[in-house]
């Protein structure tokens, strides 16, 4: 079973070595937005996990893909 999508994030987060505010000003979404992220308290919306996406892959200079649900549509 693949690990939850906000710990997947928070591991990026620590990789990337960025704060949550960080996070949340290279997706464009409030820090609240992020915070609740990565608690798990709300799931990202698809284009939300795409500038995920983007942004880990830009920092870390690989392709990242994040896993998510398939009942999560």
Same mark, same amino acid.
């Given at each position: ?5 906000? @710990?997947?994030?928070?591991? !990026? %987060?620590?990789?990337? $070595?960025?704060? *949550?505010?960080? =996070? #949340?000003?290279? =997706? /464009?979404?409030? +820090? %609240? &937005?992020a915070? %609740?992220? !990565? &608690?798990?308290? #709300?799931? +990202? $919306?698809q $284009?939300?996990? #795409?500038?995920?996406? @983007?942004?880990? &892959?830009? @920092? =870390? /200079? $690989?392709? *990242?893909? =994040?896993?998510? &649900?398939?009942? %999560?549509?």
């Amino acid at each position: 079973i693949n690990e939850p999508l906000n @710990k997947q994030i928070e591991a !990026l %987060r620590d990789e990337c $070595r960025m704060t *949550v505010e960080e =996070l #949340a000003e290279g =997706l /464009g979404v409030t +820090p %609240r &937005s992020a915070y %609740r992220h !990565l &608690s798990g308290e #709300a799931t +990202p $919306r698809q $284009r939300q996990i #795409a500038a995920y996406e @983007k942004l880990f &892959s830009q @920092k =870390l /200079g $690989r392709k *990242v893909h =994040l896993e998510t &649900s398939v009942e %999560r549509q």
